[in-house]
């Protein structure tokens, strides 16, 4: 690597503090009782949210809690891992079932995954970059494109089944 990358490639904590973190969040929001760990997105700031898929080989209900902001009746995130060079577990569970689940600060909502492409992709990457201005730095770190997701609510008819 030289002088130059690494003057230009964005910090990033250890792989154990950033796992860390995320169980203490997940601790937090569960012995709230959700009442802390969940915030709404705000001008040029990201909300969080708590995704919960169902486990592509268990078949249990995993959560996770993710960074998100909402594209008009969708809820959109990045399938990143903290940045690290595997898939999340989530984002491999929802492709192999994109019937989700989100909970917000203002409820419940039935979802369905699916992978922005092309344009779509283009714009909501352009809005994730208007929050985060190191999200192309950061992303070059992963050997491979990471996925924008669009959770999407679910059809009346796709809740009754």
């Known amino acids: 690597m030289s002088v130059h990358e690494k003057a230009t490639r964005p910090w990033l904590p250890p ?5 860390f973190a995320w169980s203490v969040h997940r601790t937090l929001y569960r012995v709230s009782g959700g009442r802390v760990g969940l915030r709404r997105p705000s001008a ?13 080989r268990s078949g249990v209900e995993r959560g996770v809690i993710l960074a998100y902001f909402e594209d008009g009746p969708d809820v959109v995130t990045l399938a990143m891992n903290g940045w690290g060079k595997p898939e999340p577990a989530w984002w491999l569970n ?8 989100v909970e917000l600060p203002d409820g419940r909502r039935l979802v369905r ?44 008819e796709e809740e009754q089944r």
Do not use: Q
């Not at 990457?125 to 609510?153: M, N, Q």
């Open 44 to 56: 040029g700031r990201y909300g969080m949210m708590r995704l919960t898929t169902i486990g592509r």
């Open 113 to 156: 995954a699916h992978a922005a492409t092309g344009e779509e992709r283009a714009r909501l990457w352009g809005r994730w970059r208007e929050i985060d201005r190191k999200l192309d730095a950061y992303a070059a770190l992963r050997p491979t494109e990471t996925a924008v997701v669009v959770l999407a609510p679910r059809s009346r």
């Open 94 to 101: 929802l492709r192999s079932n994109p019937e989700a689940t």
């Open 15 to 19: 792989r154990w503090f950033i796992r």
